[in-house]
């Protein structure tokens, strides 16, 4: 395998099935970045999944399942460094560090944060006192810890963490800035990274939104989704003569544009044209295109749920290969936050010889 010293980071929350969106967005890319020999970091984020806690959730199971989801994928525990957030604990160390020197209203420009902070303003004005944890303000601190821990270079994400990324940038140079130049900052998300609506045709396909088609979804399940998503809006008339989903896409009603999204993801380009050629003569085809993808997307499914349940992909497996991998990060970790103590001056040598 070619080697390639350039150190890729991501990270995945454990607060479901991994869907369709994650897989275009994130894991496809790790896959491709494992394949060209990089040095890859791809974690659970189990810290992260805090912020969404409604009750007890079943992180470790999510995780378990995830991971063999990964494995199915083809991602490979003994190429990329594979470990849980949560094993990591130096992470909360550098989480406070950086914490020390973000200001609030840098923070509160964060579009996580600003989206649940404009939810909870009703008609009449904001509630009083602000109901929002400290953590979810401090998700980019945190995220940035992630980030700048294993000196990343790339973080292969979707488009929704983009500005996360510039944020943990800009923490990275406000740190160097103020003690030296310690922290490496990873490159800004690529402008064209991809953004896969929801079946519900929102802007956003997303396990706290309720509106994905998962990986392990059977057929049946992906029928069933496929079916259930509106289309008796008319096909609307299109501009564009363009086929590129980007030009033509956002003049679609939503929940159409999400099922050609998906469909030019999944399909021969041909048979997606196809279909925008029947959506521009406006004939009677909705029915036609939700089999065809459906047909698609479970083709697409078969091999991961049979590598989901391959005999030697079991939790004993993915808990002796995360217990590995944390072994392998963990003095990565430390060296960052050891330099990150000496330059702020506190501590001696805790972590280094
Ligand atoms: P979710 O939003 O479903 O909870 P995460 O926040 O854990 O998923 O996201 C994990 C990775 O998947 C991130 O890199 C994120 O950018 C990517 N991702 C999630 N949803 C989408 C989407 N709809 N389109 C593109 N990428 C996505
Ligand atoms: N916040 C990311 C998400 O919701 C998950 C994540 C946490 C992450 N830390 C990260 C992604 C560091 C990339 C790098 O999808």
């Not at 990964?70 to 490979?76: E, S, T």
């Not at 940035?144 to 990343?152: S, Y």
């Not at 996360?164 to 900052?185: P, Q, Y």
Request: net charge negative; with cysteine; glycine share 6%.
């Amino acid at each position: 395998m070619a080697t390639n010293h350039e150190v890729i980071l991501s990270g995945v929350r454990p607060t479901g099935r991994l869907h369709f969106g994650n897989y275009f967005g994130a894991i496809k890319h790790f896959i491709d970045l494992q394949k060209q020999g990089y040095r890859c970091y791809y974690f659970i984020a189990d810290y992260h999944a805090l912020t969404t806690i409604s009750e007890r959730e079943d992180f470790f199971r999510h995780t378990l399942d995830m991971l063999r989801t990964y494995v199915a994928c083809g991602l490979d525990p003994r190429k990329s460094i594979i470990y849980r957030q949560s094993d990591l604990p130096c992470t909360a160390e550098l989480t406070l560090l950086f914490g020390m020197i973000t200001n609030i209203g840098f923070l509160e420009r964060g579009t996580t944060y600003k989206d649940k902070m404009s939810k909870l303003t009703s008609p009449e004005g904001q509630p009083e006192g602000n109901p929002l944890s400290y953590g979810l303000l401090g998700y980019p601190v945190l995220m940035a810890a992630d980030i700048l821990i294993v000196k990343a270079d790339k973080v292969p994400v979707g488009d929704d963490q983009r500005q996360h990324v510039e944020m943990a940038i800009d923490i990275a140079e406000r740190f160097n800035h103020r003690f030296g130049e310690v922290l490496k900052s990873p490159a800004p998300v690529a402008r064209d990274a991809i953004r896969v609506r929801g079946l519900d045709g929102s802007d956003k396909m997303g396990k706290s939104e309720n509106n994905t088609l998962d990986l392990l979804d059977d057929e049946k399940t992906v029928l069933k989704k496929i079916k259930g998503v509106p289309t008796t809006t008319d096909p609307l008339p299109l501009e564009t003569e363009s086929d590129d989903p980007e030009a033509i896409l956002p003049e679609m009603p939503p929940s159409v544009a999400a099922l050609y999204h998906l469909l030019y993801l999944l399909a021969p380009w041909e048979v997606y044209t196809d279909f925008v050629g029947k959506y521009r003569r406006k004939e009677r085809f909705y029915g036609q295109l939700k089999t065809t993808l459906a047909e698609y997307v479970t083709a697409f499914n078969k091999p991961i749920i049979e590598g989901f349940h391959a005999p030697d992909n079991t939790d004993e497996f993915v808990m002796d290969f995360l217990r590995d991998n944390a072994a392998k990060v963990t003095p990565v970790a430390l060296d960052t936050v050891e330099s990150c103590r000496e330059a702020m001056g506190i501590g001696h040598s805790l972590y280094r010889a």
